[in-house]
């Protein structure tokens, strides 16, 4: 069965270091999404890619953030320098071109210490 | 602003018993509703989804029902069992706007007990 892939699925970090997080949606879904989940609450969106274009990034805190999908298939998110309140859980989703369906990967949990 | 309203935050059910967790949007331009199961340190899992065209959609032991003038959408789980205990997340979008992000709940943590 297809399924959505992140690397790594956890990482620690202190606060003002870089870190980077990849996504591999599923194959043939044009559509890929990056989403921050705080403990406790929902996924929010941060930024969405369609093929290789950001479509929406009006939530990506751009000064410290940024997110590539040079080829149109597989994703990279960025932070630097790291905050405490970034600790998180990063999923990556994709979708079909067209359809909200949208299929999570396991997901990257930031600690910032 | 709160798009999407889910209640209750926290649900205990009896093993056999129906689980119902409620949810409340103010978009009318949404269009797509799923719903997404989430266990402790994995990613949201689609479960089930409805589209506005019908009222009510079943698979297997889960039901989506679907209010389009109250602007309300509902997850009944039947027959609940302790393997069902997860955090589930409703959510929505506007399909019509081609693909668009979703927008979560804030989540209803399940616990079925024996």
């Known amino acids: 069965e297809a399924e959505v892939a992140q690397s790594p699925r956890y990482k620690i970090t202190e606060k003002s270091q870089a870190v980077a997080f990849w996504c591999d949606p599923i194959s043939g879904h044009a559509t890929l999404y990056w989403y921050r989940q705080i403990l406790g609450q929902g996924p929010e969106l941060l930024v969405q890619f369609q093929d290789e274009s950001v479509v929406d990034d009006s939530q990506l805190p751009k000064d410290r953030f940024s997110a590539e999908r040079l080829k149109g298939v597989d994703s990279t998110l960025k932070i630097q320098p790291a905050e405490l309140g970034d600790s998180a859980m990063y999923l990556c989703?994709?979708?079909?071109?067209?359809?909200?369906?949208?299929?999570f990967g396991p997901g990257t949990r930031l600690t910032v210490l | 602003q709160q798009q999407v309203k889910q209640s209750p935050q926290s649900l205990i059910v009896q093993k056999g018993g129906i689980s119902i967790i409620n949810c409340a949007y103010e978009n009318t331009a949404f269009d797509y509703f799923p719903w997404y199961q989430q266990f402790p340190g994995k990613g949201p899992a689609l479960l089930i989804a409805i589209r506005p065209d019908v009222s009510e959609k079943k698979e297997g032991r889960f039901t989506i029902s679907f209010n389009k003038s109250a602007k309300q959408f509902s997850l009944h789980i039947m027959d609940s069992q302790p393997g069902d205990s997860a955090t589930y997340f409703c959510?929505?979008?506007?399909?019509?706007?081609?693909?668009?992000?979703?927008?979560f709940g804030k989540g209803t943590r399940l616990s079925v007990i024996a």
């Open positions: 959510a929505a979008s506007s399909e019509n706007s081609g693909n668009t992000p979703l927008v």
């Open positions: 989703a994709s979708s079909l071109r067209g359809l909200n369906e949208q299929f």
